[in-house]
């Protein structure tokens, strides 16, 4: 699977929207007078957003660090198990395996990347003379 570029619909950043617009004046007109009425009876009813907005972030308990705790709930707690002793002994590289036969002559490449065995000089003569 290929990774693609996403355009600017998916976004993590950028969650609000924009300015509204309208399709005529009159649209826009209505919409601002609604907007001003709702306004005047949130005023009449005394619900400030704002201002309850931010009476509620101040007086929420989440500004209260104390209460955080760093240890465990109770009952999660893991048991001690202890390591357990170093007995092996110490890791050393092992040694290359190299052919020490005289059956093979060589390793030729038959086509691009394709590595052949070569037994005899026939094989090699008929290798190099393939069409590539």
Known sequence: MTMHLEGPWLTTTGKRKGKHKFRNADE???ARELEESWKAL???WGIELEEKKRQRALNSDTLDVSRY???PPPGRETASIPSLPFTAGPCVKSQQN???GSKIK???AMHKSNLVPIFSDEEAVDIAKMRR
């Open 69 to 71: 705790k760093l240890s």
């Open 106 to 108: 060589g390793i030729g």
């Open 28 to 30: 826009a007109r209505k």
């Open 42 to 44: 949130q005023k009449k």
């Open 98 to 100: 190299v052919y020490t």
